[in-house]
Structure formats: C-alpha cells, structure tokens
C-alpha cells in the first residue's frame, strides 16, 4: 500500500509538473518570459481570452509602467495597445467585462508599485450596478491577493490557461486570430445591424439596471487609499454614440446617469488637494473628465444600412476606436484637438463649479440632435424597441461583503508613500 501511494504521488506529481511546465512555455497570456517560439506562441493570440485579466494583472504586479490606463472593454478596444505621448509611458490595463470591484482592486495592485506614477481609469453606469463583481480569471490572477508568486502558481495549474495554450498553438500554426472588433471594411448591413442590435440589447440593459451605493463606496475608498500614497488619478466617463445614450434616456435611466456624474464629481473634487507625486495631467490628484453627453464627435450619423466602409468614430454604439481613445488621452493632458476633437467641443473637466453648467449642456445637446435626420432616425428605432415589450435584462444581484472591504482595506494597508521610496 506504502508503495502504491507513493507511486501514484511521483505519478500525479509529474504529470502536475507537466501540466505547469506546458502552460508555461506557451504562456498564453505573457508573464511568465517564456521565449517565443515559431509555430507554437510567437503571436500570443489569447492574450485577451479572460478578458484580459491575468495579463494586466501582471503586468501591474510586476510593475512594468509609469502609468496604467484602467477600464472595461472599452478601454481595451478604445485606446491603443501602447498610446503616445503621456509622460513616461502608459500601459492599457484595460479588462473586459469588468466593474467597479474589480477596478477597485486593480487600483491598488498598480499603487503597490512604488515608482508608479498616474492611474487614468475609464467610467460609466456600468461599473456601478448590482451585476456580477468579477469573472471566474480575477481569482486566478494576482488581482486577487496582489501576489504575483502565487498568481503564477495558479495559473500554471489552470484547466482555463491549458485551453488557452493549445489555442496559442493552434493559432500560431493555422494563421488564425481572435475576433477584433473592427475592420476596414464589412458586408452591407453588418455595422447597421450591429447599431440596432447594440442599441436593442442596452435598452434592455438598462430596463434592469440597478445602481449599487456601496460600489460607489468601495471605489471612495480606493481612491482615497490610492491618492494618500502620492499616484494621481485621473477619471473619465466613457463616451458613448449616441444612439446608446438616447436608449439610457429612453429607458428611464436619466436621473441615474445624472446621478453618478454628480456623485463622482463630488468624490474626485474631495481628494484632489492631495499632493501627488508626479502629476501627469492638471487639475491635482484626482481629476475627472466626461467624454459623454451627446458631444459632437458622439452624434456622428451611425452606418446606413448598406454601409460597407467602417464608421470612422465607433464599431458599434458601446464602444469607440482607438484614435478616439488616444484623442481623449491628449484632451485630458491640454494638448489642442482638431476637427470633432476641438478642445472647445471635446470633453469637460468636471468639478463642483462646472458641474451644473455641462448638465444644462447635455440636455440642449440631446434636443438639438433629436431635431436633425440623425437623431430623429434614431428615435424612431428605439420607439419601435419600446413597442416591442422588451423585457429588463435583469442579472442575479451580486452584493460587496465583508471578505470584499476586508481585502480593499488589507491592499491599501500595503501601499507605499510615493516620497518614501525616494
């Protein structure tokens, strides 16, 4: 018996071994250094399988940027892999399908680093409903625990990263790739298609949108753990095209919106006296941006039904391209925009004084669109939406718990003064 279980453990410990050793070396998400390698994992195509998780988690654990540029998808799809022009570098940390939870923790993770600079972090209703507070890779990743030793551990282990890495291989063997977002050009119909589905399934979206306080709470506390240490956090509210805004408007989420803006612009106005250690943008330690609001870039016509030469501006109604991304990034450091960029016309700094100002904006911005062909296009589609009947998408409600503030207050605990580490 002796002998058969110590067999079995010299089995199971390397085929264990070999698992982990295979995961390693294609290292379908980057972190382990693994060389690339021909025809096995020289284009990491999975990079973004878990929404990117793992990857920027890493990334931040191991403290590979000056700044890091957080957010949901459409931080990944909406700014550059590596964007131009922001003193001393920033990487996209960008995670699909995320919320504030998350964000939160991810917050930290990046402050841990004791030469990082500046946070820039993307946000909108949707990081702050009752939906779920994290997909099943957070619990891989050092996002988790903020332990990078372990982090890898885990994902060397994991069914999920095995998956990935005979993707990797596959992929770099057939040429094949992820499906991207946008193209250069589509089919008659496809972008079309893609607004009124896009624009169908947020009204529904925001039928069943449910506002959470105590995210709202959670990410005060980040925030203010994260600006005591000396990084700077700049805030933007994503933009949006303007057909998904006028179905937040058109589903009674109005006052929600408005909301959060008030909301946030009061949390950031109260930390931005703090001293940060190397600004990167104006406006001291927490500065918040709305890149939102039916701004002019925003109510660009959407596709015309047998459009085939992509929209210059969004893929689909959620989401932007990246240059837009980059513009908002040279906006929100006071470069000079052109054309639907203007600085006149492009973003608002938001604080106590303007706040009220940029309200009254957006409505007269809302009616003034509602009253062109574009906007009244748009309309009619939602109102056969709402005819319809559509039922809320209405998700489980996912709850903050005592484990969740327990695990906020233990990172900010560890995070190190800017002028401390010299």
């Not at 191991?62 to 990944?76: H, I, M, Y």
């Not at 625990?145 to 994902?155: E, I």
């Not at 039916?294 to 990246?322: G, K, R």
Request: with cysteine; glycine share 10%.
């Amino acid at each position: 018996m002796r002998r058969y279980a110590l067999t079995f453990s010299i089995v199971l410990a390397a085929l264990l071994f070999g698992f982990a050793g295979f995961n390693s070396l294609v290292d379908p998400f980057d972190i382990t250094g693994a060389p690339d390698i021909d025809g096995v994992n020289e284009r990491r195509s999975r990079i973004y399988g878990d929404g990117g998780r793992v990857h920027s988690a890493d990334l931040m654990a191991r403290g590979a940027a000056a700044s890091v540029l957080l957010g949901s998808s459409r931080t990944v799809d909406g700014f550059p892999r590596e964007p131009e022009g922001w003193p001393g570098g920033i990487a996209n940390a960008g995670m699909r399908g995320t919320n504030i939870f998350e964000l939160s923790q991810a917050m930290l993770l990046a402050a841990r680093d004791p030469d990082l600079r500046c946070i820039v972090i993307g946000l909108d209703l949707d990081e702050f409903g009752t939906h779920s507070k994290a997909k099943a890779t957070y619990w891989l990743s050092a996002l988790a625990d903020g332990r990078r030793s372990w982090a890898f551990a885990r994902v060397a282990l994991s069914p999920n990263t095995f998956a990935a890495s005979v993707q990797t291989i596959a992929d770099n063997l057939t040429g094949g790739s992820p499906r991207v977002p946008w193209q250069d050009a589509y089919e008659p119909g496809v972008q079309r298609a893609r607004y009124e589905n896009g624009a169908r399934g947020i009204y529904r979206f925001y039928l069943g949108y449910n506002a959470d306080p105590d995210r709202l709470a959670y990410f005060e506390d980040a925030l203010d753990a994260v600006t005591e240490a000396g990084v700077q956090v700049t805030g933007f509210i994503h933009p949006l095209h303007a057909w998904r805004e006028e179905a937040l408007f058109r589903a009674g989420r109005e006052d929600a919106y408005f909301d959060l803006r008030r909301d946030l612009t009061v949390l950031f106005d109260r930390y931005s006296d703090r001293e940060a250690a190397e600004p990167c943008t104006q406006g001291g330690s927490a500065v918040l941006w709305d890149f939102s609001g039916y701004q002019d870039f925003a109510v660009q016509p959407a596709p015309s039904p047998d459009a085939t030469e992509a929209h210059p501006l969004f893929y689909e109604p959620s989401h932007y391209l990246p240059h837009v991304g980059q513009a908002m990034l040279d906006r929100m450091r006071g470069g000079d925009g052109e054309a639907l960029f203007a600085t006149e016309d492009f973003g608002v700094r938001l604080t106590g004084e303007t706040l009220a100002g940029t309200e009254d904006a957006i409505r007269t911005r809302r009616q003034a669109w509602l009253g062109t062909p574009a906007g009244q296009e748009a309309a009619a589609f939602i109102t056969e939406v709402e005819a319809a009947g559509p039922a809320p998408e209405a998700a489980p409600p996912a709850y903050l718990n005592r484990d969740d503030w327990n695990d906020l207050r233990r990172a900010a605990a560890r995070l190190p003064r800017r002028a401390d580490a010299g």
